[in-house]
């Protein structure tokens, strides 16, 4: 889920460049930020129309495979510690919910900062640009939390997970990748003067959003081989049958009354190992 997520970006940074190219090339020579950086960005063709109508729904894909990350990897964390989550597992917990939530907010990327500001416009609005990247940087460390937290549970699971350099030698650089990706972006910005030039060379840009899209494309090959977890489903005849799954160790805690009467948290407080319940409640 977490791989599949980093495709959709991928995915959706190829076609919005594409579209953007190919039918309104201006809007990547224009584009507000290039006073900033000097040069273009990987990122700049996908932060107005036509390119905004596709990347807006691909990314909103996004929102559900990292909640479903979270949901797993809670799981996983609950089976392979039925006595209790360690500090490791314990942080692997909140990195994919800030992961989680960080998607969600990933999605006004298109509403603060591109909008008011077409391109060849001839002043550039630099708090909402700096808000901007606050949100890109939330969702980029968020990310590579979730990473570093998946390699400190396998360095400390012998048992379960094996470590190879390689491994090692990914979170390292995955880690240098998103420090230099936000003293760059953040640098350029702060630093930012109207009529002058960019802070830093121009090729630093580039260089930091290739760097960094490298990495989150390469999570599956180079982080350790995790336990696999098999997900069973089948219908329950029964339709008096105890939907409480009393006993068992929840994803989230809420009050049994409040969960009880709201479907969202009735979900978020699902059972780690056996849970039943009814579809609609997605619904509703």
Same mark, same amino acid.
């Given at each position: 889920?977490?791989?599949?997520?980093?495709?959709?970006?991928?995915?959706?940074?190829?076609?919005?460049?594409?579209?953007?190219?190919?039918?309104?090339? *201006?809007?990547?020579?224009?584009?507000?930020? *290039?006073?900033?950086?000097?040069? *273009?960005?990987?990122?700049?063709?996908?932060?107005?129309?036509?390119?905004?109508?596709? @990347?807006?729904?691909?990314?909103?894909?996004?929102?559900?495979? #990292?909640?479903?990350?979270?949901?797993? !990897?809670?799981?996983?964390?609950?089976?392979?510690?039925? $006595?209790?989550? #360690?500090?490791?597992?314990?942080?692997?917990?909140?990195?994919?919910?800030?992961?989680?939530?960080? @998607? +969600?907010?990933?999605?006004?990327?298109?509403?603060?900062?591109?909008?008011?500001? +077409?391109?060849?416009?001839? @002043?550039? $609005?630099?708090?909402?640009?700096?808000? *901007?990247?606050?949100?890109?940087?939330?969702?980029?460390?968020?990310?590579?939390?979730?990473?570093?937290? %998946?390699?400190?549970?396998?360095?400390?699971? !012998?048992?379960?997970?094996?470590?190879?350099?390689? +491994?090692?030698? %990914?979170?390292?650089?995955?880690?240098? =990748?998103?420090?230099?990706?936000?003293?760059?972006?953040?640098?350029?910005?702060?630093?930012?003067?109207?009529?002058?030039?960019?802070?830093?060379?121009?090729?630093? #840009?580039?260089?930091?959003?290739?760097?960094?899209?490298?990495?989150?494309?390469?999570? #599956?090959?180079?982080?350790?081989? !995790?336990?696999?977890?098999?997900?069973?489903?089948?219908?329950? =005849? $029964?339709?008096?049958?105890?939907?409480? $799954?009393?006993? !068992?160790?929840?994803?989230?805690?809420?009050?049994?009354?409040? @969960?009880?009467? =709201?479907?969202?948290?009735?979900?978020?407080?699902?059972?780690?190992?056996?849970?039943?319940?009814?579809?609609?409640?997605?619904?509703?």
């Amino acid at each position: 889920y977490l791989s599949a997520s980093h495709e959709v970006i991928g995915i959706t940074l190829l076609c919005t460049w594409l579209m953007t190219y190919c039918f309104v090339p *201006h809007v990547i020579e224009d584009h507000l930020v *290039h006073q900033m950086f000097g040069l *273009h960005s990987p990122m700049f063709g996908r932060d107005f129309a036509p390119a905004s109508w596709v @990347s807006l729904p691909f990314c909103s894909i996004n929102v559900l495979l #990292t909640w479903r990350y979270m949901e797993f !990897e809670e799981t996983s964390a609950i089976l392979l510690s039925p $006595d209790g989550l #360690t500090r490791v597992q314990t942080f692997g917990k909140v990195s994919a919910r800030a992961l989680a939530i960080a @998607s +969600n907010l990933w999605l006004l990327l298109w509403v603060i900062g591109p909008i008011g500001q +077409n391109p060849g416009a001839q @002043s550039t $609005d630099v708090f909402q640009w700096l808000l *901007h990247t606050c949100i890109f940087m939330c969702y980029a460390l968020s990310n590579y939390l979730c990473a570093l937290a %998946f390699y400190l549970e396998a360095l400390s699971d !012998e048992k379960n997970f094996k470590v190879q350099r390689s +491994n090692t030698i %990914f979170i390292v650089v995955y880690g240098l =990748s998103v420090s230099f990706l936000a003293i760059v972006y953040f640098y350029y910005v702060l630093e930012y003067r109207v009529g002058q030039d960019p802070a830093l060379p121009p090729w630093m #840009t580039p260089f930091a959003d290739i760097l960094w899209i490298t990495c989150v494309s390469s999570i #599956t090959s180079f982080l350790p081989k !995790e336990p696999a977890l098999t997900v069973t489903k089948e219908i329950v =005849s $029964d339709p008096e049958a105890d939907l409480e $799954d009393e006993g !068992e160790e929840r994803i989230c805690n809420c009050p049994k009354w409040l @969960s009880q009467r =709201s479907a969202l948290l009735r979900l978020l407080t699902g059972p780690g190992r056996t849970w039943t319940f009814y579809p609609r409640i997605y619904l509703s």
